[in-house]
């Protein structure tokens, strides 16, 4: 019974040492004999620079006015009698690690509003100037990004627009190739509704097929649609009224939502005059106004019958 309790407290110890070393080393100590070491000691600042004769520490303020972000950074500083005012430092090694505060997507950092790199790349420094506005504000240059179209046939430039980031290009028209059989259907190789880089985009075609229109006066006008396109996708002629709907050569409706134009077809387009929103809302207005008077109506007779049978 002994051994066992001696081999059971020789566990618990062990397992008490190597739970004291793994703590240790999660609190960033070598060993926990360390944590003894510097228990009630004063913890000394450490600066990732010499602190010149006659200068002092002082944080200092940094901004990044784009997106707003402020933090503070340990500079330097020491008075000048003579000229009554601060030589205030930034040391670069302090700088460096917050620079990654200072990176913003679409913008180069180009350096500190007053403040000037010292010619051995050091520090910054500003002018002789009042500790109180001892600050740096960042200062940048936006990015600008070139969007390319090209034509996806012959490839050939069609233009080049230049925009800053996360700004919208509008895309030119692309070339027409509806004669020799060819729809355009868009523009592939990247976003340029939102340009976060240089990008070259092509314009795509399908080939075509087409639909003879036939108009309310008769004539006849041919659209050239991508094959597999949607019919709902394909815009009729602007005629002097608004488009309403296809119908067949046999005088049917078609269901434009559920038509594929894998062929060629000849279709009647159907216009009419659209009914005013204003005239909508007016005749729903009026139309609860006169259900609401009919309820009353109806209620009141039934009251009064209700009243007369009961006198």
Request: aromatic share 14%.
């Given at each position: 019974?002994?051994?066992?309790?001696?081999?059971?407290?020789?566990?618990?110890?062990?397992?008490?040492?190597?739970?004291?070393?793994?703590?240790?080393?999660?609190?960033?100590?070598?060993?926990?004999?360390?944590?003894?070491?510097?228990?009630?000691?004063?913890?000394?600042?450490?600066?990732?620079?010499?602190?010149?004769?006659?200068?002092?520490?002082?944080?200092?303020?940094?901004?990044?006015?784009?997106?707003?972000?402020?933090?503070?950074?340990?500079?330097?500083?020491?008075?000048?009698?003579?000229?009554?005012?601060?030589?205030?430092?930034?040391?670069?090694?302090?700088?460096?690690?917050?620079?990654?505060?200072?990176?913003?997507?679409?913008?180069?950092?180009?350096?500190?509003?007053?403040?000037?790199?010292?010619?051995?790349?050091?520090?910054?420094?500003?002018?002789?100037?009042?500790?109180?506005?001892?600050?740096?504000?960042?200062?940048?240059?936006?990015?600008?990004?070139?969007?390319?179209?090209?034509?996806?046939?012959?490839?050939?430039?069609?233009?080049?627009?230049?925009?800053?980031?996360?700004?919208?290009?509008?895309?030119?028209?692309?070339?027409?190739?509806?004669?020799?059989?060819?729809?355009?259907?868009?523009?592939?190789?990247g976003d340029y509704t939102n340009v976060t880089r240089n990008i070259t985009v092509y314009s795509v075609y399908a080939p075509a097929r087409y639909i003879t229109c036939i108009m309310p006066d008769g004539s006849r006008v041919q659209i050239a649609a991508a094959q597999g396109s949607c019919l709902a996708d394909?815009?009729?002629?602007?005629?002097?009224?608004?488009?309403?709907?296809?119908?067949?050569?046999?005088?049917?409706?078609?269901?434009?939502?559920?038509?594929?134009?894998?062929?060629?077809?000849?279709?009647?387009?159907?216009?009419?005059?659209?009914?005013?929103?204003?005239?909508?809302?007016?005749?729903?207005?009026?139309?609860?106004?006169?259900?609401?008077?009919?309820?009353?109506?109806?209620?009141?007779?039934?009251?009064?019958?209700?009243?007369?049978?009961?006198?």
């Amino acid at each position: 019974m002994k051994i066992i309790t001696m081999l059971l407290v020789l566990v618990i110890a062990i397992m008490c040492v190597c739970g004291a070393f793994i703590l240790a080393d999660l609190n960033g100590y070598d060993s926990p004999f360390e944590v003894f070491g510097v228990a009630g000691a004063e913890e000394l600042p450490t600066y990732n620079f010499n602190l010149p004769a006659g200068y002092s520490t002082w944080d200092l303020t940094v901004s990044n006015t784009i997106n707003e972000i402020s933090f503070e950074v340990v500079g330097c500083y020491a008075f000048d009698r003579d000229k009554g005012a601060f030589n205030v430092r930034v040391y670069q090694s302090e700088l460096d690690r917050y620079m990654h505060y200072l990176q913003i997507g679409g913008y180069e950092f180009v350096g500190f509003n007053g403040w000037t790199l010292s010619t051995d790349g050091q520090y910054y420094q500003a002018d002789y100037i009042s500790i109180n506005s001892a600050a740096l504000s960042a200062l940048y240059t936006q990015n600008s990004y070139t969007v390319t179209f090209m034509d996806g046939k012959t490839n050939t430039l069609i233009q080049s627009l230049v925009t800053s980031y996360g700004s919208e290009v509008k895309a030119p028209n692309a070339p027409d190739y509806s004669a020799d059989g060819y729809v355009f259907t868009g523009w592939e190789g990247g976003d340029y509704t939102n340009v976060t880089r240089n990008i070259t985009v092509y314009s795509v075609y399908a080939p075509a097929r087409y639909i003879t229109c036939i108009m309310p006066d008769g004539s006849r006008v041919q659209i050239a649609a991508a094959q597999g396109s949607c019919l709902a996708d394909v815009a009729a002629p602007e005629y002097e009224s608004d488009f309403k709907y296809w119908r067949d050569t046999d005088g049917y409706k078609v269901d434009a939502a559920s038509v594929i134009v894998d062929y060629d077809m000849t279709l009647e387009a159907i216009y009419g005059s659209t009914f005013p929103g204003w005239a909508k809302t007016l005749l729903i207005a009026l139309a609860s106004l006169a259900g609401a008077g009919l309820i009353i109506y109806i209620t009141v007779k039934i009251l009064k019958r209700k009243v007369s049978r009961t006198a």
